[in-house]
């Protein structure tokens, strides 16, 4: 091909493959509000949001986005902005309000309602059986460090997907067990808010056993349905070539990556993670046969991706340099690797303090599908908080944020087109939405909340994902 082809073929706005799914993301407890109607149980994040401290501005669910209410409006936005798949996650202490015991009708009832709703419109349902609000009862029990938790998981599983799944397209078990296990109870920036690292690595295992068999649960009630989870997979780079800083980046993709991936396709947990996690546990927490649940086949992996991190082995003496984005208790999320450094990037940067860096997207991508060939991806979660400016007018144009989505989608786009089976994309987050212990503060919304008065407003980034949506395609980028 010759240069100048090379050129304009650069220069033409990529397409996605024919039948790639475009879709828009939330969770229960960052939209719904209605905490304590039709027999809802209190959650973890509802305990840790009303403690003092442990959110900015001491904001809680308690109203969110008031999507409880409002669902049916939510759904026309969907509807409009034209996606063909919403995933949405359902929660727990709404169908289990102790986490164990019969279903909770009116909850489900909800639940059934968003998912005719959706059916209505178009729209194919991804439902998410856990982003996070677990019982609060069952955390009192131990939570997911306690075995029992994942086997209540997976009855819970079995309600939901016995009530919902001739309806539902795809279930998802869990989103980001890394962060539940290691900002909930390492690092303690999450509900529940502890600082015990046996205790996440226990966590650990328990949802990968839950994940298990909450999927052993789809399997079997709801055999046509696809079957994923999502994982916040990490991308880290090393500081410099010196061994140190690459072990550094082995030891995070071990803890970070590998401690999922591998109990959950590979049927085992790595060796070098084990070994590196030695001082901290023993690991008997792991049964026999557990790891013979937790490989269960799954239909595509989701992906959650948000930005990338710059990893140094810490030298014993400096200062330490802790920028990995995820606040910071004093204690460290990544157990085993306590003693690596996070250091600041250049370049654009989120309103999370996320360096923008859309390669790591493509590279993440392939590096995942090398890893597991035959199995398909899904990019589950992207999107970006900015301060939003709302005009006199209303109009919140918000540019950078649409920009990021178009140049993460193009490196989705990228990825594919160097081989990577991606078969979808959800942006991060179809609403402005509680931001876990960031509160209100930060909106990731591409649709504006007012939280005063619950009005719901396209930004321009909506306008811009409605267009990409609607070509198949990626815009031009500036
Ligand atoms: C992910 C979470 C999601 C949202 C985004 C910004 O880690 O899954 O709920 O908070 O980050």
Same mark, same amino acid.
């Given at each position: ?34 905490? $304590? ?168 295992? *328990?949802?990968?056993?839950? *994940?298990?068999?909450?999927?052993? &649960? ?19 780079? &090393? ?38 996690? +030695? ?37 014993? *003496? ?19 690797? @306590? ?38 991806? +899904?990019?589950? @979660? ?17 540019? @950078? ?70 070509? $198949? ?6």
């Amino acid at each position: 091909m010759s240069t100048s082809a090379d050129e304009k073929e650069n220069a033409m706005p990529r397409t996605l493959p024919e039948g790639f799914v475009w879709g828009a993301a939330t969770a229960s407890y960052q939209i719904e509000g209605a905490v $304590n109607e039709d027999g809802r149980g209190p959650s973890i994040w509802d305990t840790f949001s009303h403690a003092p401290g442990n959110t900015l501005n001491g904001d809680t669910g308690d109203v969110a986005a008031d999507h409880y209410h409002r669902y049916e409006q939510d759904l026309d936005l969907l509807k409009e902005l034209g996606v063909g798949a919403y995933r949405f996650s359902i929660a727990w202490p709404r169908i289990q309000p102790t986490g164990s015991g019969p279903a909770v009708q009116a909850g489900m009832d909800f639940y059934s309602r968003l998912v005719d709703g959706l059916i209505q419109r178009g729209i194919a349902p991804v439902a998410t059986l856990y982003h996070w609000d677990l019982p609060q009862a069952l955390e009192d029990a131990g939570g997911w460090p306690a075995r029992d938790t994942a086997l209540r998981f997976g009855e819970y599983a079995e309600l939901v997907v016995g009530a919902l799944g001739d309806r539902v397209h795809q279930w998802t078990t869990l989103n980001e067990p890394w962060c539940a296990a290691y900002l909930g109870y390492a690092a303690g920036v999450h509900a529940p808010g502890r600082r015990e690292p046996a205790a996440a690595l226990a966590a650990v295992h *328990h949802l990968n056993l839950g *994940h298990g068999l909450a999927g052993v &649960a789809v399997r079997e009630l709801a055999p046509t349905a696809l079957l994923s989870v999502t994982l916040n997979l990490h991308v880290h780079h &090393a500081a410099s070539d010196s061994p140190a800083d690459v072990e550094a980046v082995r030891r995070l993709d071990a803890v970070g990556n590998r401690a999922f991936l591998g109990p959950m396709l590979d049927g085992e947990y790595p060796g070098d993670l084990i070994e590196d996690t +030695m001082a901290v546990t023993d690991w008997s927490f792991v049964r026999d046969g557990d790891l013979a649940v937790t490989p269960v086949p799954l239909d595509n992996l989701g992906v959650n991706y948000y930005t990338t991190g710059l990893a140094q082995q810490w030298d014993g *003496h400096s200062p330490r340099v802790r920028a990995d984005g995820h606040g910071d208790s004093g204690a460290s999320p990544w157990v085993g690797a @306590e003693d690596v450094d996070f250091l600041p990037q250049s370049g654009l940067h989120t309103a999370m303090g996320w360096k923008v860096e859309p390669a790591g997207m493509t590279e993440l991508l392939l590096r995942t599908a090398k890893r597991y060939p035959g199995l398909p991806l +899904m990019v589950t @979660e992207n999107g970006a908080a900015f301060d939003d400016a709302v005009d006199d007018d209303g109009a919140v144009h918000d540019a @950078e944020r649409a920009s990021y989505v178009a140049r993460h989608v193009d490196a989705v786009a990228a990825a594919i087109e160097q081989g990577a089976d991606v078969r979808g994309y959800f942006v991060w987050s179809l609403l402005d939405n509680f931001e876990w212990a960031y509160g209100y503060d930060r909106r990731f919304g591409i649709i504006r909340v007012d939280y005063d008065t619950q009005e719901r407003t396209w930004k321009d980034s909506a306008r811009t994902y409605q267009r990409m949506v609607a070509t $198949n395609a990626v815009p031009d980028l500036d």
